[in-house]
């Protein structure tokens, strides 16, 4: 996959949704860097470090995003692990913000540690972005001055000489305008399902609260013409929530996703009149397959 094409997707989203106070800068260089990774993945990838670098601007700067190749004749060290020696695609996402104090820089990357106050994030971000690089082979590193600013650089194995696949006859087939109703209570992965299915051709209508989403698909039923639900979910789950769903339509297209499953949920799912069951993290192809032939069924 072409990496800029991914990067100047996010930024072009960030210049859109961002406060009159920011300036968004794009640096890509003009050749095609080509990686092997999901699409998905790498946009979400993008999207969090940009918000991160967002909310460390409450009062507005420059949030600068760039791309470029880098070739190291010798292994170079991070703050977390060692990039070897080899071709790179490098990307850099630069803010203008308060930057993060020494004394806590070290544990950003875990799992629900954050810096933000209450209700400017789940903490989840920079987790995420960790697992990400990791999946696809690569590295990251982080530079941050208090009050001047932060830096971070992620490392992604470079394909020489490779060239980026045409979309072919397996690639799902977009949608046509279709409101689909999505539900997962993890706000940062609902707003990338969002726009993954806002570029399939759907138009999304998320929540992260579950009984919130059925007063909605009660209010207006003829509105939706299909469901995507994560599993495991505070009030309904989501097959909870397709039971409840039918006795409205019988006939709405319901898709649970799910990262456990456990004994007896595909029996369970399939009771409560699921469609299709996505193993999670979501992957655009998978999504798009499922909604064609949910849809294409219905």
Request: proline share 6%; with cysteine.
């Amino acid at each position: 996959m072409i990496l800029g094409s991914v990067v100047t997707e996010a930024c072009e989203l960030l210049r859109g949704s961002s406060s009159a106070g920011i300036e968004v800068r794009l640096a890509v260089q003009p050749e095609e860097l080509v990686v092997s990774g999901d699409p998905t993945r790498l946009h979400q990838l993008v999207m969090n470090l940009a918000s991160n670098a967002l909310h460390a601007m409450p009062e507005g700067g420059v949030l600068e995003i760039g791309l470029a190749r880098r070739t190291l004749a010798e292994p170079i060290h991070t703050r977390l692990s060692e990039v070897p020696a080899g071709e790179w695609a490098v990307l850099e996402v630069k803010d203008t913000g308060e930057g993060i104090r020494p004394e806590v820089i070290d544990r950003i990357f875990e799992p629900f540690f954050t810096t933000k106050r209450a209700g400017r994030g789940t903490g989840l971000g920079l987790a995420l972005v960790h697992s990400i690089v990791k999946e696809h082979g690569g590295a990251i590193d982080v530079v941050s001055e208090v009050g001047k600013g932060t830096t971070f650089t992620v490392w992604l194995p470079r394909l020489e000489g490779a060239v980026a696949a045409a979309p072919g006859r397996d690639a799902p087939v977009g949608g046509r305008g279709q409101v689909v109703l999505i539900v997962d209570d993890e706000p940062e992965v609902l707003a990338a399902l969002e726009e993954m299915l806002a570029t399939l051709g759907y138009e999304p209508a998320g929540y992260t609260d579950s009984r919130a989403a059925l007063e909605a698909f009660r209010a207006q039923p003829s509105r939706f013409e299909a469901v995507i639900s994560d599993e495991v979910m505070p009030g309904f789950a989501g097959t909870q929530l397709a039971v409840e769903l039918r006795k409205v339509n019988p006939a709405i297209p319901v898709v649970i996703a799910t990262g456990f499953g456990g004994a007896g949920f595909e029996t369970r799912a399939h009771a409560a009149g699921v469609n299709r069951i996505l193993r999670k993290p979501y992957r655009m192809q998978e999504v798009g397959e499922a909604l064609r032939n949910s849809l294409g069924a219905s």
